[in-house]
């Protein structure tokens, strides 16, 4: 379709009658993601707010059916990375964010880290390591201010503002050990997301990002799960795969949605949860 027949239906936007405003929504819809550059060019030049809004109402649908089959292409791919998926993540408030953008970030915080770090050090050491270069020098640290704000579970978010929730701190804390070459895993918690160190040469120990890399033991973990009157699982002491940790980033930031009475974006977020449930407890 040439250019003056997209601007000539996106004109009939402010259409009075709605049955026609519905029926150019419908084929501009049709015409795919690859519009969108258009639309958004088409909602800069146009000073009509309803225009606009529809504009926008317009690009979220197609930015969203977009990022629903790159979910479904990543949950059917056989690595499933974690940083591929928590970009996807992030691309449903933040769509243009580009992938390469975090990878040059975390590519940063691995260099800064590496430069303080000595392979043969003991575990504990290494880790330490870690904890003074990410909480310390970098200033990584909870966001107990704003606990439950949906930018916690958006790594662009974190990355930039050094504040995070357990989870987003773990995953960025794990991706720097890893490239690190460290045995880092997530562990998944009830209520609380953690790490654990574990190597078949080493005692095995856990690591909470999210206050500040305090080094904990099994024993600790048992008394929590006690205190919560949970029964032991084998998942609360072993490390999870990525699609476990991509579901548990999906239900935060559903809880956090709700928690702000967006409720529209909890929904559209519970539909992106569905893609990579299979089959599993949602827990929403």
């Not at 146009?46 to 479904?72: A, C, D, G, S, W």
């Amino acid at each position: 379709m040439k250019d003056t027949e997209l601007k000539a239906l996106v004109s009939l936007l402010d259409d009075e009658d709605a049955k026609i405003v519905s029926h150019v929504e419908e084929k501009i819809l049709s015409l795919g993601t690859t519009i969108i550059p258009f639309l958004e060019e088409e909602w800069e030049s146009n000073f009509n707010p309803m225009v606009q809004r529809r504009i926008e109402e317009l690009i979220h649908t197609l930015q969203y059916e977009l990022l629903k089959e790159r979910i479904l292409e990543w949950y059917e791919s056989p690595e499933q990375d974690l940083l591929t998926g928590m970009w996807l993540v992030a691309t449903y408030q933040y769509p243009d964010i580009e992938l390469i953008k975090l990878k040059q970030d975390l590519e940063q915080l691995y260099y800064e880290t590496w430069l303080e770090f000595k392979p043969d050090l003991y575990p504990f050491d290494q880790v330490k390591v870690i904890n003074s270069v990410l909480f310390n020098k970098l200033k990584f640290g909870a966001n107990t201010k704003n606990f439950h704000s949906p930018g916690n579970s958006m790594i662009n978010v974190v990355l930039e503002t050094r504040k995070g929730n357990p989870i987003t701190l773990c995953i960025i804390y794990m991706l720097v050990a890893q490239k690190l070459k460290l045995p880092v895993h997530g562990v998944n918690l009830p209520n609380l997301f953690v790490l654990t160190y574990k190597d078949p040469k080493h005692t095995q120990f856990y690591i909470n990002a999210f206050n500040k890399g305090l080094i904990f033991s099994k024993q600790d973990i048992e008394n929590y799960i006690s205190e919560l009157h949970l029964n032991p699982q084998e998942s609360f002491f072993e490390p999870c795969a990525s699609l476990e940790i991509i579901r548990r980033v999906f239900r935060n930031l559903i809880m956090s949605f709700d928690k702000m009475g967006e409720h529209a974006k909890a929904e559209e977020v519970k539909e992106l949860l569905l893609i990579i449930a299979d089959g599993a407890d949602l827990g929403v």
